[in-house]
Nanobody, 123 residues
Framework: QVPVVESGGGLVQAGGSLRLSCAASGTTFTIKAGGWYRQAPGKQRELVASISNAGSTNYADSVKGRFIISRDNTKNTMYLQMNSLKPEDTAVYYC?????????????????WGQGTQVTVSS
């Protein structure tokens, strides 16, 4: 598994913002697509946002209009900008990325999960 590192979580008041990052560094694999998931205590992990290889995005209804997923190919990093945060957004957030490496013999694909980062929104 290609290692990816998440960062950017923390404690914020309701109405505040945070930006999560998911970086694949020190690797020749590049991030092509991916998604951000979250898991609150006692709940199942849910997909909140995704971005395709072509750059199209999708969002869960609960975050639509507040969260923005993006990708910076120059930094090999995927982001989740979270605005107007609510207490119900409190969860551990995980990134999942699809990576690609082009070799002479063809392309190699891989899939990796981040280690998770805690986001806590106080009321």
């Amino acid at each position: 598994q290609v290692p990816v590192v998440e960062s950017g979580g923390g404690l914020v008041q309701a109405g505040g913002s945070l930006r999560l990052s998911c970086a694949a560094s020190g690797t020749t694999f590049t991030i092509k697509a991916g998604g951000w998931y979250r898991q609150a205590p006692g709940k199942q992990r849910e997909l909140v946002a995704s971005i395709s290889n072509a750059g199209s995005t999708n969002y869960a209804d609960s975050v639509k209009g507040r969260f923005i997923i993006s990708r910076d190919n120059t930094k090999n990093t995927m982001y989740l900008q979270m605005n107007s945060l609510k207490p119900e957004d409190t969860a551990v957030y995980y990134c999942n990325v699809e990576l690609l490496r082009v070799e002479d013999i063809g392309t190699i694909q891989s899939n990796s999960w981040g280690q998770g980062t805690q986001v806590t929104v106080s009321s």
